[in-house]
């Protein structure tokens, strides 16, 4: 299974979601590879943090930028269970050449960001892949989504994605928790992370079983 965790905002949790899914997956047994698009790097150091802790089960990571991305998830399709790509970036090379080999594309948006602009980018973007890869799957993720319950941030993000004919909206929406920025910094997913919060792990899942459906 080919997943993308894309979008051109940063900041959005797109590398968040691809490490927690990765190691997820790992703990499922699956041989997985992340595949860091992102100049930044930051998937790239939370596996390095991960193999200098020891952190079982191992997640592997490689970098790739630029145009042969393609070529090269096709090839490493072959050699792995799973590939997630996390396609942050300076500009959208890497995100549009993703979007062209993903079975399943992923894009986290913070409600404060949840404009017209961004999606209707987005739903561009995903048009335009789709004339060469008509069966992937877009779906909107709410991220750092507040915990506060008066807010009602995810019902209004709802109601803006009636309009894009390309996205649908995902049923889990993954709040801003100070468990996110722990597991990270140590190198884990937020259900290995000690002491757990159990409601990061239980929104992570939930994401985690939509995302492999059936897989
Ligand atoms: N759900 C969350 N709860 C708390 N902090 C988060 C959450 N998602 C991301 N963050 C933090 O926000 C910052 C940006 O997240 P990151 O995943 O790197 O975004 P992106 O890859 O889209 O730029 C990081 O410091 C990260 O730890
Ligand atoms: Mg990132």
Redesign the pocket.
């Known amino acids: 299974m080919i997943i993308l965790?894309g979008?051109e905002?940063?900041?959005?949790?797109?590398?968040?979601?691809?490490?927690n899914l990765a190691a997820l997956r790992a703990l499922h047994g699956r041989d997985v590879l992340l595949i860091d698009t992102?100049i930044?790097a930051?998937?790239s150091y939370w596996a390095q943090i991960r193999d200098e802790a020891a952190v079982t089960p191992r997640v592997a990571c490689i970098q790739k930028f630029g145009k042969g991305l393609q070529t090269e998830v096709r090839d490493l399709a072959t050699r792995y269970q799973d590939l997630i790509i996390?396609a942050?970036g300076r500009d959208s090379v890497e995100l549009r050449s993703a979007l062209v080999v993903a079975e399943r594309a992923f894009v986290?948006i913070q409600p404060s960001q949840f404009d017209i602009w961004t999606l209707g980018r987005m739903d561009d973007l995903v048009k335009t892949a789709q004339g060469f890869n008509p069966d992937l799957h877009a779906t909107v993720v709410i991220?750092?989504?507040s915990t506060h319950p008066s807010v009602s941030e995810v019902a209004e993000a709802r109601g803006l994605l009636a309009d894009f004919a390309h996205l649908r909206l995902s049923p889990a929406v993954?709040?801003?928790?100070?468990?996110?920025?722990k597991a990270?910094?140590d190198g884990m997913s937020v259900a290995e992370q000690k002491p757990t919060d159990p409601k990061?792990g239980e929104e992570m899942q939930a994401l985690f079983r939509e995302v492999f459906d059936g897989e």
Do not use: E, F
């Not at 905002?9 to 490490?19: D, E, F, M, N, R």
């Not at 993954?174 to 920025?181: E, F, H, K, S």
């Open positions: 965790i979008g905002k940063g900041g959005t949790g797109k590398t968040t979601l691809a490490v992102d930044q930051s998937a996390d942050g986290p991220s750092r989504a993954i709040r801003d928790r100070i468990a996110y920025r990270a910094r990061a």
